[in-house]
C-alpha cells in the first residue's frame, strides 16, 4: 500500500493540485486551482485505514491510536514535501493531504503587502498571521522567515506541527523542531526555546493559553516571534488572545500585548479570476501607540476606523486589499463581495 499511497501523491502533483482529500467510500478528490475535482479512484475503510497508515512510523501510527487524529509530514524520494492530517469519521480513517512547495515562495510571488519587508528588520516584538483553516498562513510565516535568512546573521528557532517548509540556512542559523519528533508538544518547546538563545522564534500555531503567555513572554524579553491563530480577521485575532485568559489576568495581558504586539496580517485566499490558483487578500494592522491605546483601554472596536486611517503606516483593511486585487482584474467581483463585512459598501468604492 505504501507505493500505492506514493502513486497517489504523484498524480496530485502532476495535476498541480493544492489538496487531496481522501476518506472510505467517497471518490477521491482533488483541490485545483481552489475548486474540488473528484477523482475515480474509491477506497473502502480497510483499504483506506492500510493505504494510509503505510506512510507512518510506529511512533506517529500509536499517536493516532490514541488520539485519533494526527499531524505530520511525508515526502516523496523526488523531494516533494507534504502535510498530512489524519482523523477519523464515522469510525473510519481519512485524510486531508496538502502539497507543500519545494523552495519558499518570495513575498513578491505571494503578492504579500510591501510593509512585510520592513516587519522582517524588527528584532523583538509579536508579528501574528491570522485566517481561516487552508489561508496560507504557513506559507506566509516561512516566507517571513526566509527573508530575515536571506537579509541578516540570526539564530531562527521553528517550532512546528508539523515541519512543512525546510528552509536552508543562508545568512542565518535555523533550527526546525517538529511536535511529535523533535518535541513534546507547543509550550514545553517554547519554554526551551527561551534557553537556546535564538533571535527570531517562529511557533506554528498558538493553541492554547500557556503558549500564547509564553509567546507573549519571548516577544518580551527581546525575542522576535511570529506566530499564527485559527480566526477570521485582526480584531478577531487580538479579542482571542486575552479571551483564553482568566478574567483576572486579562488587563495585565491587554498591557503586555499593546507593548509587544508589532503586526498582524489576516489572509484569506481568493480563487484567481485567469483560474490560475489562488492569490491572497491581506488585512494589515500595525502597533502603533494608537493601536497600543486601544487594545489597552480594551476598546478594540475602533480598531477597524484606526487601520482605515492608518495607510501611512502600511495598514489596510480586508475591503481595501479585495479592492486593489479587484482593480488589478486579478479577482471576480462575486468573490470579493461573498469576503468583504460591507458588499454595499464595498460596491460603492468599485
Do not use: W
Not at 22 to 28: D, G, R, S, T, V
Request: with cysteine; proline share 4%; net charge neutral.
Amino acid at each position: 500500500m505504501a507505493a500505492e499511497i506514493k502513486e497517489l501523491l504523484k498524480e496530485m502533483v502532476e495535476a498541480k493540485a493544492s489538496d487531496l482529500i481522501l476518506e472510505a467510500n467517497a471518490p477521491m478528490a482533488l483541490r485545483i486551482g481552489g475548486q474540488l475535482r473528484f477523482m475515480k479512484q474509491v477506497y473502502n475503510a480497510a483499504e483506506i485505514g492500510v493505504l494510509l497508515t503505510s506512510i507512518l512510523n510506529p511512533t506517529q501510527k500509536i499517536r493516532l491510536e490514541n488520539e485519533k487524529q494526527l499531524d505530520c509530514s511525508y515526502e516523496l524520494v523526488s523531494g516533494e514535501r507534504f502535510r498530512v492530517n489524519l482523523h477519523f469519521q464515522k469510525g473510519s480513517l481519512a485524510a486531508a493531504i496538502r502539497a507543500v512547495p519545494k523552495v519558499v515562495p518570495s513575498r513578491q510571488e505571494l503578492r504579500l503587502p510591501e510593509v512585510i519587508e520592513e516587519l522582517v528588520k524588527l528584532q523583538n516584538g509579536l508579528i501574528i498571521v491570522t485566517g481561516p483553516t487552508g489561508s496560507g498562513k504557513t506559507t506566509t510565516q516561512a516566507c517571513m522567515v526566509d527573508m530575515i535568512n536571506q537579509q541578516r546573521a540570526a539564530h531562527i528557532l521553528t517550532i512546528e506541527d508539523p515541519i512543512e517548509y525546510i528552509i536552508e540556512n543562508k545568512k542565518s542559523l535555523i533550527e526546525q523542531r517538529e511536535v511529535g519528533t523533535d518535541a513534546i508538544d507547543f509550550p514545553g518547546a517554547l519554554r526551551a526555546a527561551l534557553r537556546e538563545n535564538p533571535n527570531v522564534i517562529l511557533i506554528g500555531e498558538m493553541r492554547d493559553l500557556e503558549t500564547i503567555s509564553t509567546a507573549i513572554t519571548a516577544a518580551e524579553t527581546g525575542h522576535l516571534v511570529i506566530s499564527t491563530l485559527h480566526t477570521s480577521g485582526v480584531v478577531n485575532a487580538v479579542d482571542r488572545i486575552i479571551d483564553v485568559f482568566p478574567a483576572h489576568q486579562q488587563n495585565q495581558v491587554r498591557s503586555q500585548l499593546s507593548l509587544t504586539l508589532r503586526a498582524i496580517l489576516a489572509q484569506e485566499l481568493i480563487p484567481r479570476k485567469d483560474k490560475k490558483g489562488v492569490i491572497a487578500a491581506v488585512e494589515v494592522l500595525i502597533g502603533v501607540p494608537a493601536i497600543r491605546n486601544v487594545i489597552r483601554k480594551a476598546q478594540t472596536h475602533e480598531i477597524p476606523t484606526l487601520i482605515e486611517v492608518g495607510k501611512k503606516y502600511g495598514m489596510q483593511t480586508m475591503s481595501e486589499a479585495m479592492l486593489q486585487l479587484l482593480r488589478k482584474g486579478l479577482i471576480e467581483l462575486d468573490e470579493a463581495l461573498s469576503r468583504v463585512p460591507d458588499p454595499d459598501a464595498f460596491r460603492k468604492r468599485i
